[in-house]
């Protein structure tokens, strides 16, 4: 079987319900789906993209230092994180922004990070962030961490109870880039030794910056978690129904029990790397434009009006969409600096009286300048 036809593929790049050999397998937990699940998936998508584009216009307005652009990837996003459950943990990289929405995460606590206002963006133990844990520029160091909460897991006799309401997974996601750093290949290791409740999903968008993923690695990278022993699957990531189907079956199997997946999610990064890239000094037109053609939305749009959705669902996605593009510019423009003060609020997670003398000194420091400047 050619690697193509073991991916598992719902939608044809035209949104036509086609499913591919190997998604036969996974047909039973799409057919489950009602309509409203399925609108949903579409609104998180453009209203995401919409959000992306306006942080991107932010970014060369001078409102940002960076941004990293997820225009492309919206399906494995959305439907990986709407497969997941409350009680599962979240580990992100850097680009997840639907999923970190679709969790709770407010997407100006991105900006914050992204503008220097923050040191992390958001609190991970926040309740209303969803056990979602704050992004990493350090490529692969969260598969790490990842792991090890995992592990506490099957420690801690918090899965594989056959309790669907309170067994919890972990999932991590990393790009194509990222799979060939030592730290992942450990988390691996050590996942399939302890056989950890956790999926490792790779979005696997073609281009770790300027490399292309067919000089990373000679085979397809589904093979390099199925060579520690962990079952993989390699999806269409731009195919949102599949890539929710799989990582629906992937988080319950790992959740109850039966160790860790990991799964491929072939996608594409549609954008620059970040604003600081120009993807047109490595790749052609000819490549962007053949994706463009698969592009996530336009497939799951297609979709939905072959089943007849009516035309004023899609007007309201737009107005929502707008809105929240709107919503995040006000208010991003509206965010100030942080005080010289906040360097020592989050050291240590409890009141430390070092930290209290120090934070004293440096505002007695401060207004020993002449008016206090």
């Not at 959305?78 to 943990?89: I, L």
């Not at 792991?147 to 006799?157: E, P």
């Amino acid at each position: 079987m050619t690697a193509d036809s073991a991916t598992v593929r719902v939608l044809d790049a035209e949104g036509a319900f086609a499913p591919s050999p190997a998604a036969d397998e996974y047909l039973s937990l799409i057919e489950a789906l009602p309509d409203s699940d399925l609108e949903q998936f579409y609104r998180d998508m453009v209203v995401i993209r919409a959000i992306d584009e306006q942080a991107t216009h932010l970014q060369r307005q001078g409102q940002l230092a960076l941004w990293p652009p997820s225009r492309g990837q919206e399906a494995a996003q959305v439907g990986s994180a709407r497969a997941s459950r409350p009680q599962d943990t979240i580990f992100p990289s850097y680009r997840e922004h639907a999923v970190t929405r679709i969790r709770g995460v407010d997407p100006v606590d991105i900006i914050k990070l992204m503008r220097g206002t923050s040191n992390s963006g958001w609190d991970p133990s926040d309740p209303k962030n969803g056990k979602t844990r704050i992004y990493t520029l350090v490529l692969g160091s969260q598969t790490l961490h990842a792991t090890g909460l995992a592990m506490s897991l099957v420690f801690d006799g918090k899965c594989g109870t056959g309790d669907v309401d309170r067994d919890e997974a972990v999932m991590v996601y990393y790009g194509d880039g990222a799979s060939s750093q030592g730290d992942v290949h450990e988390a691996m290791v050590f996942a399939a030794s302890y056989q950890t409740p956790e999926v490792f999903f790779l979005q696997n968008n073609h281009w770790a910056i300027s490399v292309p993923v067919s000089t990373q690695s000679r085979v397809p990278l589904v093979q390099r978690g199925a060579g520690y022993g962990i079952e993989s699957v390699r999806v269409d990531g731009n195919d949102v129904l599949a890539s929710y189907a799989v990582t629906r079956r992937a988080l319950d199997e790992a959740r109850g029990g039966a160790g860790p997946r990991a799964i491929e999610a072939v996608t594409y990064r549609m954008g620059a790397h970040t604003t600081s890239d120009d993807p047109t000094k490595y790749r052609g037109s000819d490549e962007e434009q053949e994706w463009a053609r698969r592009d996530p939305i336009t497939r799951m749009r297609a979709f939905l009006e072959n089943r007849g959705a009516a035309g004023s669902l899609f007007a309201d996605v737009e107005s929502e969409a707008a809105d929240a593009a709107e919503d995040l510019r006000v208010r991003t423009l509206a965010l100030t600096a942080p005080g010289p003060e906040a360097i020592f609020d989050n050291v240590y997670s409890e009141p430390h009286p070092l930290m209290t003398a120090q934070k004293a000194w440096q505002a007695q420091y401060e207004a020993s300048f002449q008016e206090g400047e």
